[in-house]
């Protein structure tokens, strides 16, 4: 497996891709045309306008639950590859998972004494 | 017909250009954030091109510790762009103007 | 399964277990029991202090699968920042309180980011290292935005976030083609394969590539020029007691991750990188002095002052001999007392909204409260590195490691640039000595952050006049080092 030499190939490629990237950017910044406008500054660039301007007003109880949906689907993902191995690593496998699981728990349970749970 | 070592690489190390370049010339702050993301799964991408390569479940492994880890960045940081919306009204990186340069 | 010691990571085992208290009885608790936060953070650091202590030393076994070492190296650096840590806590309580800060959520994160540290110097693995560095990154970004409701503080948190999160973003990708190069990110593992790859012709481009971007995220990280633009900003903005803690505590972290990569990893490529970090040596330091010279903002005139003392622990990585090692752990602990006792004053000073850290507020304060402006006036004394203070021994130690490798032209530009250095900091002791005050003013000295400066100033000395025993300690935990 001639590793290195198919690396520099590589690398020579990046180099090109970010030269490239460089160019077209470079280039439509300098001879496009420039029309500044709210929609453009969007974070949505979807082409769409927005119907209604946001107000300063927006309720973060979407984001609340949202986030902790994020956090802690994400830490469960841990608990695919033990499950895997489950049986090999044994009872001290299992003590650990479930030292893992109770630091999880206690993220929740501060979310819920901080009434991030509830809705109203 | 398995995809080779190289195309994946090459595509991790775009991905890691557009990302970066990204943050750089971009003024939304949502969408800079999008953009270390894109750097975050150009590296994981680049895990897993060669974890397969090498038949190693390390890189694998890897992988998911960055997932969570991005996932905590995620939360702070649109946590604390929500404060500064609250506070500034803006999303804009060119408004952060507060202190002098 | 055998080399899982749990004693090798006792003192972040008690640092988390105490930031998962106090983060959880925080709400139980409420807001009439807020000084007991501060009391169990305290407990946890000092504990941890202990437990550092009795973590059996032993340089060359490596714990956990190879991702842990309990080095004299790793023991030095999680005594300092559990005391970073006590320090922090005393010297913040009357902040908190006199701002109305959540107090437990601040702790927790506070035991976090010191769990995060310590990750990053106890590991042998860039994994591992990468995680620390995320623990206490993200710790520190919500710490400095922790002032919800100011503005300054919300972008400095912003700011702070970005370009910590592109830098790691950066120093990850590095790190995954370093594994494809060596084909494991354990430190043991890339030695074996840096060795094995320095013999051959061809320039093993995809590690050189790694290599380059874990550099180039470090810097970042620790504020060295070209990557240093965002930390005047974030340290301005941030709460007083947390610029202390970003400059000292998580840039320490940083060169010490920075240090076993380049010297237990890299040994033999470092002289490809040595011409590039003296060049950012010098920069370093002297865009930082320069910058400084003109600050009104005493915050921002320490942010640039932290950036330059980045430049001159750099120095220490170029020398790359014991000297220049053992002089960097040594300015690490002397540039802690100073700062954190520097920043321990500005925060007591500070005043109801955290608003006065201007030369402005400093006027006429020299007799109105010697008790404040003498000790600042210590630790500002030792920053600019004048005789019979820490960080005269320190520079000195750092400065005579490059004449040693016969670096001249680094050690007279760092010389100047410590010279420079001296205007400002004097200059804020002017202003508090020979101008009139501008009005009476209310000032509580908490007696907690009142022992802290205390102390502070007492070791600035004690290390300063007798620097041998600390000196030998960090000779101690180099060794490793230099000795492959």
Known sequence: MSFSNDILTLMLFLAACAGLVGFMLAFSAILGPKKQSAIKDEPFECGIANVTPYSGNFSVKFYLIALLFLLFDIEIAFLFPWATIFKSLGLFGFIEMFVFLAVVVSGLVYAWKKGALEWD | MAIPLHHLLILGGLLFCIGLVGVLLKRNLIVMFLCIELMLNAANLTFIAFARQLSQMDGQVIVFFVMVLAAAEAAVGLALVIALYRTRQTMDADDLNLMKL | ?484
């Open chain 3, 1 to 484: 399964m055998s080399d899982i010691s749990f004693s090798a990571i006792l003192p972040e085992l008690i640092l988390c277990i105490f930031g998962i208290l106090v983060m959880v009885l925080g709400p139980f608790l409420g807001r009439n029991s807020r000084s007991f936060g501060g009391t169990l953070a305290l407990l946890g650091f000092a504990t941890s202090i202990v437990g550092a202590l009795l973590v059996p030393e032993s340089a060359g076994k490596l714990f956990f699968n190879g991702m842990v070492t309990t080095d004299a190296f790793s023991i030095f650096f999680r005594v300092l920042f559990a005391a970073i840590g006590v320090v922090m806590t005393l010297g913040s309580l009357n902040y908190l309180h006199r701002l109305k800060l959540p107090t437990f959520e601040y702790f927790a994160l506070l035991l976090f980011a010191s769990a995060g540290m310590n990750f990053m110097v106890l590991s042998t693995d860039l994994l591992l290292t990468f995680i620390g560095l995320e623990i206490l990154s993200i710790a520190t970004y919500v710490l400095a935005g922790i002032r919800r409701d100011d503005a300054a503080s919300n972008e400095s948190a912003i700011k702070y976030f970005f370009m910590g999160s592109f830098s790691s973003a950066i120093l990850l990708y590095g790190v995954a083609l370093i594994y494809g190069s060596a084909h494991s990110t354990s430190y043991q593992a890339i030695l074996k394969h840096a060795a094995a790859v320095n013999g051959q012709q061809q320039i093993p481009l995809l590690f050189l590539i790694g290599f380059g971007l874990i550099i180039v995220g470090f810097c970042f990280k620790v504020a060295v020029v070209p990557f240093q633009v965002w930390a005047p900003d974030v340290y301005e903005g941030a709460p007083t007691p947390i610029t202390g803690f970003l400059s000292v505590a998580s840039k320490m972290a940083g060169f010490a991750a920075l240090i076993r990569i380049l010297f237990q990893v890299l040994p033999h490529d470092l002289p490809q990188w040595v011409q590039l970090l003296v060049v950012s040596s010098i920069l370093t330091m002297w865009i930082g002095n320069l910058s400084a010279l003109t600050q009104t903002n005493i915050k921002r005139m320490l942010a640039y002052s932290s950036i330059a003392h980045a430049g001159y622990i750099l120095i220490g990585i170029v020398a790359a001999n014991q000297t220049g090692i053992t002089a960097i752990l040594y300015y690490a602990v002397a540039y802690a007392l100073m700062n954190l006792g520097a920043f321990t004053i500005i925060t007591i000073l500070s005043g109801r909204d955290d608003r006065r850290v201007t030369l402005e507020d400093y006027k006429g304060i020299g007799f109105q409260y010697p008790q404040l402006s003498f000790p600042l006036t210590i630790c500002l004394i030792s920053l600019a590195g004048i005789p019979t203070t820490a960080g005269f021994i320190g520079k000195f130690f750092l400065f005579s490691a490059a004449v040693e490798e016969k670096m001249y032209l680094l050690a007279v530009l760092a010389v100047l640039a410590a010279l420079v250095s001296v205007y400002y900091y004097l200059r804020v002791v002017v202003y508090m000595f020979m101008f009139e005050p501008d009005g009476k003013r209310e000032v509580r000295i908490h007696p907690a952050a009142g022992v802290v400066v205390l102390v502070c100033c007492l070791l600035i000395f004690w290390f300063g006049l007798f620097p041998t025993w600390l000196l030998e300690v960090s000779r101690q935990a180099v060794i490793l080092f230099l000795h492959p």
